[in-house]
Nanobody, 120 residues
Framework: VQLQASGGGLVQAGGSGRLSCAAS????????MGWYRQAPGKQREVIAT???????NYADSVKGRFTISKDNAKNTVYLQLNSLKPEDTAIYYC???????????????WGQGTLVTVSS
């Protein structure tokens, strides 16, 4: 199983962007999916999650600005970034708990990270 993230880049403050993360490989079922980020000199933090049923949760720092969604048919999770601020600059990682064999439960996988830089 692999997670491939894309969509990062340089954005001006106040601008928007969208990140994508596609899961591939032996997938029986995808449980929770989420986006995390790690800013320079800081620990990785969870910013948005979405359950298999579509319930979402957001960190206070991004609530009202970022939107997580998914396309089950494409095994892909998205993160819409709006009203970006310089403090949103970070490497963004996607994660998913994926069942490859129902006998063994789910395993957490991580994407490779994509850099989002917000200029002031």
């Amino acid at each position: 199983v692999q997670l491939q993230a894309s969509g990062g880049g340089l954005v001006q403050a106040g601008g928007s962007g969208r990140l994508s993360c596609a899961a591939s490989g032996r997938i029986v079922r995808i449980n929770d999916m989420g986006w995390y980020r790690q800013a320079p000199g800081k620990q990785r933090e969870v910013i948005a999650t979405i359950t298999s049923g579509g319930n979402t949760n957001y960190a206070d720092s991004v609530k009202g600005r970022f939107t997580i969604s998914k396309d089950n048919a494409k095994n892909t999770v998205y993160l819409q970034l709006n009203s970006l601020k310089p403090e949103d600059t970070a490497i963004y990682y996607c994660s998913a708990r994926i069942v490859s064999n129902p006998l063994y439960g789910s395993t957490a996988y991580w994407g490779q990270g994509t850099l989002v830089t917000v200029s002031s």
